[in-house]
């Protein structure tokens, strides 16, 4: 059943004003555990309670239970409202009751307070409340447990007035008035305990048609139990096939619900209720496949016309009862019609949870009917053939079962399902096949010999045979092959095929290394001297080879899995059939796969002993690749190195080939970076640390989080980098409601080069509410990233590319695939004051002049001089030659210096004025 957090408050639908005085109830706290996140609510009243309500203010529950829904209420909660009432009419005794026991996600905002309170006898009168003290306080009442102590008041529960302080534990009277008795109500009345009535005495199937009928019961529980699969099943044979008629499964049940149409016009699902007894309240859950459902009301019908109210909520729950104790009588009618509103053309529409009672409060069986297809049917078949499947989704009451052979029998049930829900079988039906008159032949339409006529095998058919070309003429073929009957091959073609020397005279066929080439025709080595000698090779290719060497290395060494590689790089001729071999610095555990495990060998390991070999002298070629992989136990040092290799090439000298080592391997931390650098290490055992030294988050928890994630492979990071996240735009006051703004550090992580982690602590305003604001990042902003570089000391912006999520707060995951620091400084590799760690060009870039110094303003004159700008050509003479004499006279004239003056008198006067 759904809970009724969207239901209109049932208590403000059936509570009546008389002249009748109030009852008095008290509401209050006990037992607040502000870790744990829970708290209990008691009510003290002096009259029975039908039903209650109440708001809880300061926190949001989270769920509510316990208490008086152990007596078979109805408790919920929807926001911060909590509804409690019996849908079979119960009520609380009057005295001191434990309500219900609500959690709630810690911590507290403030102040937990109890407001809204209604609550209601059974002839619907609203009590006078009042309320204990909020949670959150010191206790002042001096009837509590704990008087003045600093918490909210604990007051005695039970009907042996038990304090948390007191041994035992709190008991509760039960229906025979005993103290921590046992006794409690069910429908039968006051059962166990010192009542001698065992529980459920009276329940059980009522109902003389159902299987399970005993006349000892007056309460029917609902157990009833019927034959409802398909009825009257036959089956009768025919050729090559059996066909199958069956009848629908009847429905047995006090209430049948179905949904029986829809009106597309007003947008209203008919809802059909069959009842062989009067009813007195109904609820069911309305579903859809349809997206974007909801329902937003119900009327008419029969329940309207009994003078029910019919509230429903968005999520698809309609209630029907009546304020004046009417029902509806026993009949099969429409009994309401409900609102709906959806998205599509093709769905279903269902009905699930349904709970219906006669007049009295007593819970009658009930069949909710299938789904209601809008183009689609509302229950399928499914047929079993001698107790398997045979088929389902069958949506009318036959089926064929063919193709079969003749004279074929079988038997067979069928189910019925509907709403997800398999039916019990059919009776069992049984049919045989039509006999077929006998002629014997071939009947394979594959074989050469397949005769149209034949209707029964007489195992006469022959096939089509492989044929190969038979170019060489030696009996033996070659090449692609053909499927021909006997008579239809070529003439040159042959039944012999795999001719190992299609294109050489070998009779024979003789194959010494049964490597599919013959002898006669295979290449190699053909000189018994030779490392690689060949001797079933009958033409020399000129591949003898007389030395060899190989190198044995370590590959990967993965300290998590503890596993090391072992790599060979054997430039041949000779493979390899056997090796031995050391690796110091661990105890090994076993050893497999690589190409050892790829040729079959048994590898073993004893310590830092290894040994492979090939039970059937297996060679292992030559060339590269992982030669095993082995597991260790434990590290017995730092360092591991290769020694005392033997490898033996292959039969049947079996020689020992040269063995060289790759270096050892020394762990440790490779970076020089990271907290943790060993500067003789030469392979990283993943134990580099880095610890956050700028980028320190002093923002407390606030129970919001964004998990944003630094993924594996990011480039633009350097280990060691701080990677700060920001909101640019936080709320950053605390413990206020000054709602105070600014940019805010929410989450560090330091990079190492694999996957990061972050947890950004986000922001809690419960100012609406009466609490307060904590600081972190707002829901919606962007998130802002910045780097710090350990190995330049400085902060820098940064740019992230997200491969999951949209880089805003609140998103469900967030992933980084890329960061882009924002470095300034100059980029150009030309450049004197080329900054390598800079990516972003800040102008800052000075190039060398002429002198070669960084910066300077010398330049190169005409001359081809590096000078000082302001004697830019200084020696250039006056005739515009490099390094020239020429000079300029009194006469202004530019002149060798031989002619000095030459234009001027001897009066001084310059020659060309005379």
Request: charged share 15%.
């Amino acid at each position: 059943m759904k809970s009724w957090r969207r239901a209109i408050p049932l208590l403000a639908l059936v509570l009546m004003v008389s002249g009748v005085m109030a009852s008095n109830g008290v509401l209050s706290f006990n037992n607040y555990d502000p870790v744990g996140g829970t708290f209990e609510v008691w009510l003290n009243s002096d009259a029975d309670v039908a039903g209650f309500q109440f708001n809880i203010d300061g926190v949001t529950p989270v769920s509510a239970s316990g208490g008086v829904a152990l007596l078979g209420w109805m408790v919920t909660t929807s926001g911060n409202l909590v509804l409690g009432f019996d849908f079979g009419g119960g009520t609380l005794p009057a005295g001191d009751n434990l309500l219900t026991e609500i959690a709630f996600t810690p911590p507290a905002a403030g102040q937990i307070c109890l407001s809204g309170g209604v609550v209601s006898g059974s002839s619907g009168i609203p009590f006078n409340l009042t309320y204990g003290p909020c949670l959150g306080t010191s206790c002042e009442d001096p009837t509590a447990c704990n008087y003045l102590a600093a918490e909210s008041c604990i007051y005695p529960t039970g009907c042996n007035d038990w304090c948390p302080a007191d041994p035992g534990q709190p008991e509760l009277a039960d229906c025979n008035g005993d103290c921590g008795g046992t006794a409690y109500e069910d429908a039968c009345g006051c059962v166990e305990g010192a009542t001698g009535l065992t529980a459920g005495w009276c329940m059980g199937c009522t109902d003389p048609d159902a299987l399970n009928y005993d006349p000892l019961f007056t309460v029917d529980d609902g157990s009833c139990q019927y034959s409802d699969g398909p009825q009257n099943l036959t089956a009768s044979g025919g050729d090559q096939s059996i066909q199958l008629n069956w009848e629908a499964p009847p429905v047995r049940s006090d209430v049948e619900l179905s949904i029986t149409g829809y009106d597309s016009g007003t947008g209203q699902l008919e809802i059909t209720m069959m009842n062989l007894v009067p009813v007195g309240g109904f609820q069911f859950d309305l579903n859809s496949s349809f997206s974007d459902f909801a329902v937003s009301g119900a009327s008419g019908g029969s329940a309207g016309a009994a003078g029910f109210t019919t509230p429903t909520n968005t999520d698809g729950l309609v209630l029907g009862f009546s304020l004046a104790g009417t029902d509806i009588p026993a009949g099969t009618a429409v009994l309401c019609y409900v609102d709906v509103t959806f998205t599509g053309s093709d769905g279903y529409f269902e009905l699930t949870a349904a709970h219906v009672s006669d007049g009295s409060g007593l819970t009658l069986s009930v069949t909710a009917g299938g789904p209601f297809y809008i183009g689609q049917g509302q229950i399928t078949y499914s047929v079993y053939r001698d107790g398997l499947p045979l088929a389902d989704g069958i949506t009318g009451t036959s089926y064929t079962d063919t193709p079969l052979g003749y004279s074929e029998s079988h038997c067979y049930t069928v189910t019925a399902v509907s709403g997800g829900v398999e039916s019990g079988p059919s009776n069992e039906a049984c049919a045989t096949t039509d006999p077929l008159n006998v002629v014997y032949g071939c009947v394979d339409l594959s074989a050469c010999n397949y005769d149209p006529n034949a209707t029964q095998d007489d195992g006469s058919c022959t096939y089509a045979e492989a044929y190969w070309p038979d170019a060489d003429n030696d009996g033996w073929g070659a090449g692609a092959s053909g499927d021909y009957c006997a008579g239809d091959a070529p003439t040159d073609w042959v039944t012999n095929g795999s001719d190992n020397c299609p294109d050489t005279y070998n009779p024979d066929q003789t194959d010494g290394d049964s490597n599919g080439v013959g002898d006669a025709c295979q290449t190699g080595c053909t000189d018994p001297g030779a490392l690689n000698y060949d001797p079933f090779a009958g033409v020399d290719d000129g591949s003898c080879s007389y030395t060899q060497s190989l190198l044995l290395s370590f590959g990967t060494v993965d300290v998590q899995a503890q596993t090391i590689e072992i790599l060979i790089d054997n430039p041949g001729p000779l493979g390899i059939t056997g090796f031995d071999f050391y690796v110091t610095g661990t105890d090994l555990a076993g050893a497999s796969g690589g190409l050892a495990g790829s040729y079959g060998y048994a590898v073993s390991t004893a310590g830092t002993h290894v040994l492979g070999f090939s039970f059937s002298n297996a060679e292992i070629p030559p060339g590269s690749g992982v030669l095993t992989l082995l597991s260790y136990n434990s590290l017995t040092s730092n360092s591991l190195c290769l020694t005392d290799a033997v490898f033996t090439g292959p039969a049947p000298d079996f020689p020992v080939i040269d063995v060289t080592y790759g270096p050892c391997a020394v762990f440790g931390c490779t970076d020089s970076y990271a907290d943790n650098f060993d500067p003789d290490a030469t392979l990283d055992d993943g134990s580099c640390t880095y610890l956050l030294e700028h980028f320190i988050v002093t923002t407390p928890e606030t129970g919001i989080w964004q998990l944003i994630v630094l993924e594996n492979g990011i480039t633009g990071l350097q280990p060691g980098d701080e990677v700060g996240f920001f909101d640019e735009d936080a709320l950053v006051n605390s413990g206020d409601c000054s709602n105070q703004h600014g940019e805010l550090l929410v989450g560090a992580g330091a990079w190492n080069g694999s996957q990061v982690n972050v947890s950004c602590v986000g922001s809690l305003d419960n100012c609406s509410i009466g609490g307060l604001q904590f600081p972190g990042y707002v829901e919606g902003h962007t998130v802002a990233v910045k780097v710090y570089r350990p190995s330049l000391g400085a902060e820098y912006s940064a740019v992230a590319s997200y491969s999951a999520g949209t880089g805003t707060y609140g998103d469900l995951f967030m992933a980084i695939d890329e960061i882009f620091v924002e470095i300034p400084g100059c980029t150009d590799p030309g450049s004197c004051t080329f900054d390598e760690a800079a990516t972003v060009d800040d102008g800052s870039c000075l190039y060398n002049d002429c002198t070669g110094t960084c910066g300077g303003s010398f330049v190169v004159d005409d001359c081809s001089d590096c000078v000082d700008p302001a004697d830019f050509n200084g020696a250039m003479d006056c005739a515009g030659v490099c390094d020239g004499t020429f000079v300029i006279d009194d006469c202004d004239d530019c002149v060798d210096p031989a002619d000095f003056n030459g234009a001027m008198d001897c009066a001084r006067r310059n020659f060309r004025h005379r």
